[in-house]
């Protein structure tokens, strides 16, 4: 039936998203352990949200979706309560959108959840397409991106799944949506510059837009993953103390009376031991001279711009070497790309760690488990 009504100018809203949202509202469902019955009415919503471009088009295509999905869900015998949840849902979906309950809500953010993946740029040059294919004047590039970013920034996920899991990665697509916005105002300036004095257009001692945004831009990236390292780190952390402090205060107490669980308590405490440590050296911070010398600064090797490097230093000094590296764009620019450069090689010791944190934790938690139920049906405790 979808292959039959779909129309080929309908290239953003066609069979290809509705395929992609059933199976993300499958996907949070699991993730909030949805009945059977609340997961088929999902499965329904997904399938039938966008409908109504069948036969008309963007506009109040929700309500006429919602009238056909009543046509479709009587003739599959589903009960009218049913029905009138999963017309309620399509309708819910219409922009701005205004979920009633967690339901709606995950219907809502399978909807948008392009926004927080990597497809979202290709997502967004899709709707442009189909939009002129309305009928819509050809859109300028730049213009329809900055409409998107509007639209982007202002929309917020429903669910805690997808404040979690989504809205990091919509951060960083408004980012790169910053970005690609800057890089066709530099090719329209640079066009429009052709014309005007050799001398004015070639000043390298201002840095030029693009570049600042690019640095900007990473610079945000590597703080954010930074963050998120930590937080798992912390998480790590957090969930281990909880397990240790509740293995040291009853189970230990039980060794006497219960010997066979010697074995897998200490495999178990050793795992989150291990872990532990993994996420606390993950986390670590790493202590400079904090000095940056003039002979660095006169080499243009100093990076005044990390705080471990100059905290020591008079203010005096500091201001000198900025001074000096504010007046020199290859200065500038390399102490930009070092600072960038050594912010990943943390980060990559950082993930380094925290992987063998968690794969610690998961085989050690595994084994442990398997220990206890080893324990548990083959050894009783008087044969200790």
Request: net charge neutral.
């Amino acid at each position: 039936m979808f292959a039959s009504r779909q129309k080929k100018e309908v290239c953003y809203h066609n069979i290809g998203h509705t395929s992609f949202m059933v199976q993300k509202v499958r996907e949070m469902g699991e993730f909030y352990q949805f009945s059977d019955q609340d997961q088929e009415d999902l499965f329904y919503t997904a399938w039938l949200h966008d409908v109504g471009y069948w036969d008309g088009g963007a506009e109040g295509h929700e309500a006429r979706g919602a009238e056909m999905a009543q046509d479709i869900l009587t003739d599959f015998g589903l009960p009218q309560s049913r029905i009138d949840r999963i017309k309620n849902a399509i309708m819910a979906t219409r922009m701005p959108q205004s979920p009633a309950d967690l339901f709606e809500s995950i219907v809502c953010d399978a909807d948008l959840y392009h926004l927080g993946t990597e497809s979202y740029y290709d997502q967004t040059l899709l709707l442009k397409c189909e939009n002129e294919n309305a009928g819509t004047h050809p859109t300028d590039l730049r213009d329809w991106l900055v409409e998107s970013s509007k639209f982007t920034r202002k929309h917020r996920y429903h669910t805690s799944f997808g404040q979690r899991y989504l809205e990091p990665v919509k951060r960083v697509n408004l980012k790169y949506l910053e970005l690609k916005i800057e890089q066709l105002e530099s090719e329209a300036h640079g066009g429009k510059e052709k014309k005007k004095d050799k001398k004015e257009k070639k000043d390298k001692s201002k840095p030029e837009r693009g570049v600042e945004t690019l640095f900007r831009v990473t610079s945000a990236n590597h703080m954010e993953l930074s963050a998120m390292a930590d937080t798992k780190a912390n998480i790590m952390i957090s969930v281990n103390s909880i397990i240790i402090s509740i293995v040291v205060t009853i189970l230990i107490r039980k060794l006497e009376e219960f010997p066979n669980y010697t074995i897998p308590a200490i495999l178990l405490i050793s795992t989150c031991l291990i872990a532990m440590v993994f996420s606390i050296l993950a986390t670590r911070p790493k202590v400079t001279k904090g000095v940056v010398t003039k002979e660095d600064i006169a080499n243009k090797e100093g990076n005044l711009l990390y705080f471990g490097n100059f905290y020591q230093m008079s203010l005096a000094d500091y201001s000198d070497g900025m001074s000096k590296m504010l007046g020199d764009s290859d200065y500038l620019y390399g102490t930009m790309t070092r600072d960038i450069y050594y912010l990943g090689k943390v980060l990559g010791k950082k993930y380094l760690m925290l992987r063998k944190s968690y794969n610690v934790f998961m085989f050690g938690f595994i084994i442990s488990v398997l220990a206890f139920l080893i324990a548990s049906l083959f050894f009783e405790a008087q044969q200790y």
